[in-house]
């Protein structure tokens, strides 16, 4: 019998935001592919760029959710980003915090004081709040200024929930580049740092996430596998024109991909279809013979986009227009 995808790692590094959940709503399937990894031994470690909730109000609400979960399984890019300012400031240092107070106390742990405006400040922390607004913004330009060291939690410039994308921390942290010039030191992923604190002893992890310059990148920044799921921010589009560091190793609809063979999940030609290139870029035709036509086109593509450097698509025959329809992929 053929071993699925979760029988070759030891741990799963899941993203939260259009991963496991988006907003107050779970992704179908994902509850059931957690709770499966975990009766086959295989530990999730949830690791968020979000950082406006404490570790258990993250775990609190992925239990409602029915997800099996310990505060301790949670790490968010607070944790990682108060961490990262404590190695950068001596103890006791002033530290402008915006975001949450799930952010400041987090600064606070790590020995640090927390403060609310420039005056004095030696550095700046900023993470995603939805209450951040032009009066915090000035006092973090004003410090940055004035040479305060700036950790930012997260740059994602989107955060998916139930209402579409909207903005992110990175949409905030760019208000304070523009107005500075300087670059933020940064604690979440694309970095390795949140991912391998969650990795925490194990071995062999698996990358899950929906954000190509995120979570994938972040998987290329440890060294491990990624299996990208097309339930939240990234999609067909964004995977033909990714360059080789935001490429998964997987593609799957969503975590019910985690029990599929891997060699059914890889970008890589795939029975019934073929992408060929042609005079407009590339050429689709078949009809698929998988369980998945239109996803087993993608991944089909995928490996020919990369291969050829193109992403424009077109379709010779109905079949093939249909999946790049269901795609997003017509023109």
Same mark, same amino acid.
């Given at each position: +019998?053929?071993?699925?995808?979760?029988?070759?790692?030891?741990?799963?590094?899941?993203?939260?935001?259009?991963?496991?959940?988006?907003?107050?709503?779970?992704?179908?399937?994902?509850?059931?592919?957690?709770?499966?990894? %975990?009766?086959?031994?295989? &530990?999730?470690?949830?690791?968020?760029?979000?950082?406006?909730?404490?570790?258990?109000?993250?775990?609190?609400?992925?239990?409602?959710?029915?997800?099996?979960?310990?505060?301790?399984?949670?790490?968010?890019?607070?944790?990682?980003?108060?961490?990262?300012?404590?190695?950068?400031?001596?103890?006791?240092?002033?530290?402008?915090?915006?975001?949450?107070?799930?952010?400041?106390?987090?600064?606070?742990?790590?020995?640090?004081?927390?403060?609310?405006?420039?005056?004095?400040?030696?550095?700046?922390?900023?993470?995603?709040? &939805?209450?951040?607004?032009?009066?915090?913004?000035?006092?973090?330009?004003?410090?940055?200024?004035?040479?305060?060291?700036?950790?930012?939690?997260?740059?994602?410039?989107?955060?998916?929930?139930?209402?579409?994308?909207?903005?992110?921390?990175?949409? +905030?942290?760019?208000?304070?580049?523009? %107005?500075?010039?300087?670059?933020?030191?940064?604690?979440?992923?694309?970095?390795?740092?949140?991912?391998?604190?969650?990795?925490?002893?194990?071995?062999?992890?698996?990358?899950?996430?929906?954000?190509?310059?995120?979570?994938?990148?972040?998987?290329?920044?440890?060294?491990?596998?990624?299996?990208?799921?097309?339930?939240?921010?990234?999609?067909?589009?964004?995977?033909?024109?990714?360059? &080789?560091?935001?490429?998964?190793?997987?593609?799957?609809?969503?975590?019910?991909?985690?029990?599929? #063979?891997?060699?059914?999940?890889?970008?890589?030609?795939?029975?019934?279809?073929?992408?060929?290139?042609?005079?407009?870029?590339?050429?689709?035709?078949?009809?698929?013979?998988?369980?998945? &036509?239109?996803? #087993?086109?993608?991944?089909?593509?995928?490996?020919?986009?990369?291969?050829?450097?193109?992403?424009?698509?077109?379709?010779?025959?109905?079949?093939?227009?249909?999946?790049?329809?269901?795609?997003?992929?017509?023109?």
């Amino acid at each position: +019998m053929t071993e699925d995808l979760l029988a070759r790692h030891d741990i799963l590094l899941a993203d939260l935001d259009g991963t496991l959940y988006r907003g107050p709503v779970v992704v179908p399937g994902a509850v059931a592919a957690v709770r499966d990894a %975990a009766q086959r031994g295989v &530990p999730t470690a949830y690791v968020t760029n979000n950082a406006s909730r404490s570790p258990a109000d993250v775990a609190e609400h992925l239990a409602e959710l029915g997800f099996p979960v310990r505060t301790a399984d949670v790490r968010t890019s607070a944790q990682a980003g108060a961490a990262l300012l404590a190695e950068r400031v001596p103890a006791g240092a002033s530290v402008l915090v915006l975001g949450t107070e799930a952010l400041a106390e987090e600064v606070r742990a790590q020995g640090l004081v927390v403060v609310g405006t420039a005056a004095g400040a030696d550095a700046v922390i900023q993470g995603h709040s &939805p209450d951040t607004g032009w009066r915090q913004l000035t006092e973090a330009v004003v410090a940055v200024r004035a040479g305060a060291v700036w950790v930012a939690t997260n740059v994602d410039l989107t955060l998916p929930t139930d209402r579409g994308a909207l903005p992110g921390n990175g949409s +905030m942290v760019q208000v304070v580049r523009n %107005a500075t010039g300087v670059e933020p030191a940064v604690a979440g992923k694309p970095g390795a740092r949140l991912l391998r604190e969650g990795q925490g002893s194990a071995r062999r992890p698996l990358v899950l996430g929906d954000r190509l310059d995120t979570d994938i990148a972040g998987a290329h920044a440890l060294g491990e596998p990624s299996l990208l799921v097309l339930t939240g921010v990234s999609q067909a589009p964004d995977l033909l024109a990714a360059p &080789p560091d935001l490429r998964p190793t997987y593609i799957g609809a969503d975590l019910a991909a985690l029990a599929r #063979d891997p060699a059914e999940l890889t970008p890589e030609p795939r029975p019934g279809w073929r992408a060929t290139p042609g005079a407009d870029g590339l050429v689709l035709s078949g009809s698929g013979a998988g369980a998945e &036509p239109s996803l #087993d086109a993608l991944r089909t593509l995928c490996a020919a986009a990369w291969q050829h450097g193109t992403d424009r698509v077109t379709a010779e025959g109905d079949p093939a227009a249909a999946a790049l329809r269901e795609l997003g992929l017509v023109r």
